[in-house]
């Protein structure tokens, strides 16, 4: 399946202008620098796992932010306040 799919895009680069075969060649340039960062990572995770320096790899949360309120503050502002204090 893989073999059959190279196959098809090398054959499909002929019909390719200059510009275009730039713009393909930075996204692979690209797609293997970020492939080998996560190789060397990898790597490096399992180093440390394998050195009893760590015991396990938590990998980091992308869950959304949630919304900030805002409070009211009556008064003047906390700026004012704070320059206040530090005189």
């Given at each position: ?12 680069l002929?019909?390719?202008e ?5 713009q393909l ?19 490096f ?35 004012e ?7």
């Open positions: 399946m893989a073999q059959a799919t190279l196959n098809e895009i090398l054959s499909q002929e019909t390719l200059i510009e275009e075969l730039n060649n930075q996204t692979i340039q690209k797609r293997l620098a970020d492939k080998e960062k996560s190789r060397a990572r990898a790597a995770h399992q180093a440390l796992l394998d050195s009893g320096l760590v015991k396990q790899i938590k990998r980091p949360c992308y869950d959304p932010i949630s919304e900030r309120r805002l409070y009211k503050v009556e008064g003047k502002p906390v700026s306040t704070i320059i206040e204090e530090r005189r």
